[in-house]
T-cell receptor, first 115, second 115 residues
């Protein structure tokens, strides 16, 4: 398996524009997570899905953020409208939750810069 | 509310010596703990984990210690090597409470191992 695949690797956009980040989890994994890396809070959990259903979106900072998982092999994180303070590295991760002691596997991340 | 805290943003050690990275948590429901390592421009990768039924887990040069009464865990790297230089994240989850997949991360500690 190629691992968790995120696209794009880098995104530079202007304030006010819509940004869509994409993720393909590892095949067979039933959990998918979106994290944001910041200096202050480290890896901050934004939202996670189980079997394509959003379970906990309490980490989503504002209504400008939304995430979807239309099928088991694809998820998006959308920011509309984007603001400079959204600039960060966004990570997608997936795991096989039925195994009690298992780790999450991360993608390489999308570095978002909003100017 | 930061449920998982890594109070040392950085640590510098000499090659061959021991590196000790610390992590504190507040949620008594956490029963599974993990350490991840992250190199620049890459996603975090799993390093080692420990279940709350144990107080120590060892894997080669890496040992994780868990002190449940103090809600504290630590990662020991012996001997430290320059290739260990990275950001280390502590993570925790509450598996038995039903949130089998949700991982909460700390802020990270940047380890520098000097040759």
């Amino acid at each position: 398996d190629a691992g968790v695949i995120q696209s794009p690797r880098h995104e530079v956009t202007e304030m006010g524009q819509e940004v869509t980040l994409r993720c393909k989890p590892i095949s067979g994994h039933d959990y998918l997570f979106w994290y944001r890396q910041t200096m202050m809070r480290g890896l901050e959990l934004l939202i996670y899905f189980n079997n394509n259903v959003p379970i906990d979106d309490s980490g989503m900072p504002e209504d400008r953020f939304s995430a979807k998982m239309p099928n088991a092999s694809f998820s998006t994180l959308k920011i509309q409208p984007s603001e400079p303070r959204d600039s960060a590295v966004y990570f997608c991760a997936s795991s096989f939750g039925r195994l009690i002691n298992t780790e999450a596997f991360f993608g390489q991340g999308t570095r978002l810069t909003v100017v | 509310d930061q449920q998982v805290k890594q109070n040392s943003p950085s640590l510098s050690v000499q090659e061959g010596r021991i590196s000790i990275l610390n992590c504190d948590y507040t949620n008594s429901m956490f029963d599974y703990f993990l350490w991840y390592k992250k190199y620049p421009a890459e996603g975090p990768t799993f390093l080692i984990s420990i279940s709350s039924i144990k107080d120590k887990n060892e894997d080669g040069r890496f040992t994780v210690f868990l002190n449940k009464s103090a809600k504290h865990l630590s990662l020991h790297i012996v001997p430290s090597q320059p290739g260990d230089s990275a950001v280390y994240f502590c993570a925790a989850s509450a598996r038995k409470s039903g949130n089998t997949g949700k991982l909460i991360f700390g802020q990270g500690t940047t380890l520098q191992v000097k040759p």
